[in-house]
Structures are given as C-alpha cells and as structure tokens.
C-alpha cells in the first residue's frame, strides 16, 4: 500500500534532479472561478514524467541495475527514464508509438537512451516491451501502473497543498492513472475537503469506460491529439486508485483541447502539449462546478511537436470564433467582391483569403461562389458579418 511517508521520500530524493515547478496565478481562464496553473509543462524534460521513472528508477537495487532497464512511453515517460537512467549510468531501451512526437524521440535519444520505434498506440509499445523484458531479463520501468512511480508523482500534490494551502479543486489529466492515482492521494491525504477531477479526451476515455463497467477496461482503439493520454486501458492499481480517491472523471474534446492550448499560449505565454491542456480545456468548458472555488490546473507537460502545433493554433481559433469562413452564391458580374469586401471591412473584420469557383453544381450559369476566409473577434462577431452581408442581399451557402 502507497503511504503518505513514501511520497515525502520521494520528495526528498527528487530535489536531486526535479524542480518544485510553480504555479501561476491565471485570471482570466474562466471568469467564474479563481484559477492557478501547475506548470510542470517548465520541469526538466517538459513533462511530470521525470518525478515517477526517476523515484522508481532511484530505488532499484545494484543487481537491478546491472540488468538495464526496459519502458514503453508515448514520449514524456521516455525522457524521464532516459534521463533518470544516465545519471545512474544504466542501460536503457525504451519502446516508443511510431506516432509520436519527433521531438520526443529524438529527445529520448539525447539522453542516451535505445529507442525502438513500434507501429500502433502506447498500448502495442507495451507489449512490445514487455517481450523485450522476457527475452533481457531488463528491469521494466512501467509509466503508471507501480507504486514506486505514483509515489514520485504524487509530489506534485505535496507541493499544491503547500502552494495553495486553501485550495477547493485540482483538475488532473488522465491517461493510465499514475500521475493522478499519486496527486489525489496526496491530496486527499494532507487535506481531504479538497476536490481532485480527472480530465480525459474524448477520443481516449478509457478511465471513464473503466469506472462505468466496475474494472480496467480496454478500449478498441484512441484517437486524439493528447498522445501523452492516448492509452487504451489503465491499469489495475491506477484504477483502484482513481476509484478511491477521485471525485470523477470527465472528457473535453478535440476542439476545447485545442482552444485551451490556443489560450495558454495567448494569455499565459505558455505552451502546452494535447494532454498538459485537458485540465485547463476543462476549466474553460466547464466540465465540473466551478463557480466561485479556488482551482488548480495541472498542466502535465509542454513537448509537443511544432508541426501539430500549428494545426492545433488554427483549431483553436474556429473554435473560438477568431477566424472563420464563408462561402456566398454571387451573380458573376464586375463589382461583387467589391461590395462583399467592404461590408466585411466594415466590420473590422480582416480578410484573409478569397476563392472564386465558377463551376459549383447548383449553381446558376451566370453566378458563382465565393469563398471567404477571415480573422474575426469572436462568434458574435462572425454573426454580425452574417447579418450584414444578408442584409445587403447577399446569399450565404454555409
């Protein structure tokens, strides 16, 4: 059984290489609730991961270490273990999803660790892993599912209760359950009147599935841009956990996740990864009551890839109304997209690009669609440039 003393010796031993990352006071999140940001996306290696693969890493015996070590990572448990296995001058392999991130793996590798990229989800660099510590003999370092690495994860609910002492609720990302089976623990321990919600994406919902049916369950395959939360079952331990300690698990979905990511970046100077926004997307959407309570976000880690990031900043935006289009059926005639652009200007509103497409089915000989892409303010915005265009007799198509 996971006590409350292992997790303050874990605390001990991570000052030799964790930080005790800060937590930033975030106003304007969500208006109706008072809201504080866990920045672990800032510790050594962009991610939380380093607190659990270093304690259980730390704790291996000399003939465990002589062996080597084997873990599976969707990229942030990768980095913890390489790192944590330089500094003691172990071997280590780790399996890594083929999808993940470039810059996760090739962090991994900097570390000195052997990557083996596997083909699938987090869950088939598991099994591939696990057959890896059969034929080896390699000491496997699981991600969540071990007592050793919930306990250094579980730091970061030490240091929550004693940054926030009055705090009334911690939203967590959920992927296997480790980083949430350490922190409610914690929590629930030193202050049990604290709420502790965990966050899933809606395209990985295992840990609500597994709750509903009773037992760890497995889903058939995930699907989202939080890869670090991509897992298809939790695991025993973790689950029983959750079930105890935490109040309940909710999901976001792939445009709030989005949104969030969009608005750390723009009012936090922050940048978080698919799994380190889930708690703040839930904030934002208001997942759980919030109204009036003092919260705190965990923002789980901050590596994720520039090329998704991009995408993820245009999702961010049509969610949020901050950029839209249209497309309007015009009588092909010269001044048309005169008379379109300066209502939109008119507006404030800022075109970004036009398309013309003379050949549209439906559409009459003499007319066209025009497509029209903008930077808008918000939805309200977008639907008062709506409302002009129609007025002036233009004919909206979607």
């Given amino acids: 059984m996971l006590t409350i003393d292992k997790v303050y010796d874990a605390s001990k031993v991570l000052k030799e290489v964790a930080l005790q990352t800060e937590i930033i006071h975030a106003a304007n999140i969500n208006p ?29 015996t000399e003939e465990e270490r002589s062996h080597g070590v084997i873990a599976c990572s969707a990229g942030n448990h990768a980095q913890g273990v390489a790192l944590a296995a330089a500094k003691g001058s172990i071997d280590a392999v780790i399996c890594i999803p ?13 570390y000195g660790a052997n990557v083996e990229l596997v083909e699938g989800v987090y869950d088939d660099a598991y099994r591939r892993a696990c057959e890896i510590q059969k034929e080896s003999g390699r000491i496997f370092i699981h991600p969540f599912n071990d007592e050793d690495v919930i306990a250094g994860q579980g730091t970061i609910g030490l240091e929550i209760v004693t940054q ?75 689950f029983q956990m959750v079930h105890d300690y935490v109040d309940d698990v909710v999901t976001v979905s792939e445009d709030e996740i989005a949104t969030a990511i969009l608005t750390l970046i723009e009012r936090q100077k922050l940048i ?11 904030a934002m959407f208001n997942k759980v009551d919030l109204k009036g309570k003092k ?46 652009s300066s209502i939109i200007a008119a507006t404030g509103a800022n075109i970004l690009g036009v398309n013309h497409n003379r ?13 029209v892409s903008m930077e808008t303010r918000d939805h309200n915005h977008v639907a008062e440039i709506r409302k002009a265009l129609m007025e002036a007799g233009f004919q909206i198509v979607h």
């Fill in 32 to 60: 109706d609730c008072d809201i504080y940001l866990k920045t672990e996306n800032l510790q050594v290696t962009g991610s939380f991961k380093v607190r659990g693969a270093y304690y259980k890493i730390h704790n291996l």
């Fill in 164 to 238: 926030i002492p009055d705090v009334d609720v911690v939203l967590v990302p959920i992927g296997g359950g480790g980083l949430i089976s350490g922190v409610s623990f914690a929590v629930k321990s030193l202050y049990p009147k604290c709420k502790v919600y965990g966050v899933q994406a809606e395209g990985a919902p295992s840990m609500v599935r597994s709750l509903k049916s009773g037992e760890p369950t497995e889903l058939s395959g995930v699907s989202t841009v939080a890869d670090g939360i991509a897992v298809k079952k939790p695991g025993d331990l973790t």
């Fill in 359 to 371: 050949s549209a089915l439906g559409t009459a000989i003499t007319a066209c669609e025009l497509e």
């Fill in 295 to 340: 919260v705190v976000c965990l923002i789980s880690g901050g590596n994720i890839d520039v090329n998704i990031l991009s995408r993820v900043i245009t999702r961010g935006l049509v969610k949020r109304g901050r950029s839209a289009s249209l497309t309007l059926s015009l009588t092909d005639k010269p001044g048309e997209l005169l008379k379109v």
């Fill in 98 to 110: 083929s999808g993940a991130p470039l810059s996760k793996v090739e962090a991994t590798r900097k």
């Fill in 272 to 282: 978080a990864e698919g799994a380190g926004a889930v708690a703040v997307a839930a």
